[in-house]
């Protein structure tokens, strides 16, 4: 089963990519409608099916519903955002924004132990959080989930779905702050460099000068290189950790940009090279 449900993830990266060059509220609509409708189908195998074992499952509880439902909190929530802008002053929008930045915070703080546990890419706890039987024997799991659809979730992975949720939303907010806060004399001046490329590139490019260290002796948060090269390239990144995850998830060259960087460039200096000799 653990592979039609990763068919069913693929496909939903391919559809998802064809709404993705728009940021108006009817695209995020749009994308919304489209991420629920591929956590329907995963949600429909799962109850079709059966786990061959214990690690398709944690699979599936860790990263593939995660990585779909997320982009459905996401979605929503910026939906709810744009249609609940107040009108009024600069500062007004900017207290607004503020103000849904401090409950991801808030967040944050009362899962910080799950979302440690995450991010150190641990597996010491998987069991326990990522499959079904086990998570629902914690005492606290009704508490915890009083309305949670035992088959179809173990709890934790929506809390890790919202997590991944969050951090873009984070990212967005921080965005919209800093055009509230850019200088109306700056706006009014062209940008003289515009990035050409896919976004896909582009974030294949920030994250390879952020692991090579080039930038800051790579101490930067991948978050403020992007905010950078958003800016000063004229480019909305909004979705980078969601582009970041398709370009790990390509089955042949996942480094194709920078190589195709490395061909061009050569291809200049053989070029050069006949024309001298």
């Keep these: 089963m653990i592979e039609k449900l990763k068919e069913v993830e693929q496909e939903f990266i391919a559809k998802i990519h064809e709404n993705e060059q728009t940021q108006k509220l009817n695209s995020y609509k749009k994308a919304f409608d489209i991420c629920k409708e591929y956590l ?28 779909v439902n997320s982009l459905v909190i996401y979605y929503k929530s910026i939906i709810d955002i744009e249609s609940q802008i107040p009108l009024g002053s600069i500062e007004i929008k900017k207290s607004f924004f503020e103000g849904r930045f401090r409950k991801l915070l808030h967040f944050h703080d009362e899962y910080s132990e799950l979302i440690s546990y995450f991010r150190s890419q641990n597996t010491n706890l998987d069991k326990q959080y990522f499959l079904r039987t086990l998570a629902q024997k914690n005492h606290n799991f009704d508490l915890l989930f009083p309305e949670i659809d035992k088959v179809q979730s173990t709890g934790y992975d929506i809390i890790i779905a919202t997590f ?17 806060e850019y200088s109306p004399v700056e706006s009014k001046q062209e940008f003289q460099f515009r990035w050409t490329d896919s976004k896909i590139d582009l974030v294949e490019l920030i994250y390879a000068l952020l692991e090579k260290g080039s930038v800051n002796n790579g101490n930067v948060e991948i978050k ?7 800016q000063n390239f004229n480019i909305g ?6 582009i970041y995850y398709d370009i790990k ?29």
């Design 40 to 67: 329907d189908k995963l949600k429909f195998q799962v109850s079709m099916s059966s786990f061959l074992n214990d690690q398709d499952e944690i699979s599936y509880f860790k990263e593939i519903k995660p990585n």
């Design 164 to 180: 991944i949720a969050y951090e873009k939303i984070e990212y967005f907010l921080q965005n919209r702050i800093r055009q509230l």
């Design 224 to 230: 403020t290189l992007i905010a950078f090269f958003s």
């Design 237 to 242: 990144l909004d979705e980078f950790y969601r």
């Design 249 to 277: 998830s390509r089955k042949n060259n996942k480094t194709k940009f920078i190589d195709g960087l490395s061909d061009a460039l050569h291809l200049k200096m053989e070029r050069e090279n006949d024309y001298n000799q």
